[in-house]
């Protein structure tokens, strides 16, 4: 009788487990980027050179929510407009902006970068 009950508690652990991994991996909405970027905006068009920590965090977040090329893809297709609309952004900033946050982009950011493009947009793993 105990065995068939830690069998059933297992099996209820391992779909808890398996349901909470694909929910975390729901690839978050234009509006939810851009509040989680939002904090980056001062210091992608200000002068100074420490990159506030609610800036990296979300930066780093979005890079854990981006597991896929298609997740990558609408990510990127979110922080396109918003790299677009800021003005007196710095583009150096802007492209160096992944690695003081201590994340690795394999290409350069940019308004103008091509979403589509898997090449530009395979990894963001750190």
């Given at each position: 009788?105990a065995?068939?009950m830690?069998?059933?508690?297992?099996?209820?652990?391992?779909?808890?487990?398996?349901?909470?991994?694909?929910?975390?991996?729901?690839?978050?909405?234009?509006?939810?980027?851009?509040?989680?970027?939002?904090?980056?905006?001062?210091?992608?068009?200000?002068?100074?050179?420490?990159?506030?920590?609610?800036?990296?965090?979300?930066?780093?977040?979005?890079?854990?929510?981006?597991?896929?090329?298609?997740?990558?893809q609408?990510?990127?297709r979110?922080?396109?407009?918003?790299?677009?609309?800021?003005?007196?952004?710095?583009?150096?900033?802007?492209?160096?902006?992944?690695?003081k946050?201590?994340?690795?982009?394999?290409?350069?950011?940019?308004?103008?970068?091509?979403?589509?493009?898997?090449?530009?947009?395979?990894?963001?793993?750190?």
């Amino acid at each position: 009788m105990a065995s068939s009950m830690v069998i059933k508690v297992a099996c209820l652990a391992m779909m808890c487990i398996v349901l909470g991994v694909t929910l975390t991996h729901a690839v978050p909405t234009c509006g939810q980027v851009t509040s989680t970027v939002t904090p980056c905006v001062s210091y992608l068009i200000g002068s100074g050179s420490a990159v506030p920590a609610p800036c990296c965090n979300g930066v780093r977040t979005l890079n854990n929510q981006a597991k896929t090329t298609p997740d990558r893809q609408a990510v990127c297709r979110c922080l396109k407009p918003i790299a677009k609309n800021i003005g007196g952004l710095n583009p150096e900033k802007l492209a160096s902006l992944p690695g003081k946050c201590g994340v690795n982009f394999p290409y350069k950011i940019t308004a103008s970068i091509d979403c589509n493009k898997y090449d530009q947009v395979r990894s963001l793993r750190t």
